[in-house]
């Protein structure tokens, strides 16, 4: 190894484990940020709730509903909304999604063809640093 090498990996490993060490200080700040907003909207509405709090402060805390469509569940309700006179096509928005599996079974020529459809660029990489096995 390089000595450019050692100096990165060692910074990458300084890093991580500052970003490991402030894990448990997120999860709890999120844990009382949940108990704070229980605590002051029993019953919140969707949306902005706003608390006024002593000398001119407020407690504005924003409730969110996150909404997946069960798509098993979607042909039925479809078939009942269009009977109420509703379009269901116009509640759904599909995204297009790779089903890797599949694409990889093409062959080269194909899969160069299907390629122009694709946006292809490198994800994010995981390192891990393993320790040597311990001898007992």
Known sequence: MTEEQIKLLEEWRLAKAEADAVKPIIAKEQELRKQVFAAFYP???EGTNTIDL???WKLK???KLDRKI???ALPAVTEQLREMGVNADTLVKWTPNLKTAV???L???Q???FDQALIIKPGLPTIELVAPPTKE
């Open 43 to 45: 019953a919140p509405k």
């Open 54 to 56: 002593a000398e001119g």
């Open 61 to 63: 805390g924003v409730y």
């Open 70 to 72: 069960d798509e098993a």
């Open 103 to 105: 694409y990889k079974e």
């Open 107 to 109: 062959t080269a020529e």
């Open 111 to 113: 899969r160069a063809v």
